[in-house]
T-cell receptor, first 113, second 115 residues
Framework: DVKVTQSSRYLVKRTGEKVFLECVQD?????MFWYRQDPGLGLRLIYF???????EKGDIPEGYSVSREKKERFSLILESASTNQTSMYLC????????????FGPGTRLTVT | AQSVTQPDIHITVSEGASLELRCNYS??????LFWYVQSPGQGLQLLLK??????LVQGIKGFEAEFKRSQSSFNLRKPSVHWSDAAEYFC?????????????FGTGTRLLVSP
């Protein structure tokens, strides 16, 4: 079974803090994604990575950065958290040969106060 | 650019009744199509997918979906809903020939199941 884990289920941070969200997958997938999910907006792609040290901006990258130093780990960084970044963050991964079939982690619900 | 529309924000169905969730996509080529389900507080789980071939695809938990190219639709169906099916459902389209591979998701339909 593919397993995608996220470091925290719930996180509360203060405005201006630097926030790290970690995602680890155990199936040697090349591709990893970070989405944010908001009511009525569905899932929106923040960043994705198709290889170690490679990254591409998604649809809403502003205010975020990412890091992929190892194949199994993909980190989302909020350099200076703001209240409008309060959201559910979902990580996903898939194998290139498996045609877009993404496996999702359980999500991190981040609250910025 | 590709897009996905799920016109129903909420749907309430009685337990044991049939279900159809609507999904329309916009994409020039033949798309990859997916339905995911998200139970409360959980990540997304893949229900079924369509790539090519038979336009009626079967998925897990008794769900099926039909690809209709002429209507640009990929509606999800289940003949008899169980209370455990209450969740949020997302339709997604993947682009086959873009420079990078990503999914575009609809805004979701929340299914409520009444006793």
């Amino acid at each position: 079974d593919v397993k995608v884990t996220q470091s925290s289920r719930y996180l509360v941070k203060r405005t201006g803090e630097k926030v790290f969200l970690e995602c680890v997958q155990d199936m040697d997938h090349e591709n990893m994604f970070w989405y944010r999910q908001d009511p009525g907006l569905g899932l929106r792609l923040i960043y994705f990575s198709y290889d170690v040290k490679m990254k591409e901006k998604g649809d809403i990258p502003e205010g975020y950065s990412v890091s992929r130093e190892k194949k199994e780990r993909f980190s989302l960084i909020l350099e200076s958290a703001s209240t409008n970044q309060t959201s559910m963050y979902l990580c996903a991964s898939y194998r290139t040969s498996a045609t877009y079939e993404q496996y999702f982690g359980p999500g991190t619900r981040l609250t910025v106060t | 650019a590709q897009s996905v529309t799920q016109p129903d924000i909420h749907i309430t169905v009685s337990e044991g009744a049939s279900l159809e969730l609507r999904c329309n996509y916009s994409y020039g080529a033949t798309p990859y199509l997916f339905w995911y389900v998200q139970s409360p507080g959980q990540g997304l789980q893949l229900l079924l997918k369509y790539f090519s071939g038979d336009t009626l695809v079967q998925g897990i938990k008794g769900f099926e979906a039909e690809f209709k190219r002429s209507q640009s639709s990929f509606n999800l169906r289940k003949p008899s809903v169980h209370w455990s099916d209450a969740a949020e459902y997302f339709c997604a389209v993947g682009a086959r020939n873009t420079g990078f591979q990503k999914l575009v998701f609809g805004t979701g339909t929340r299914l409520l199941v009444s006793p």
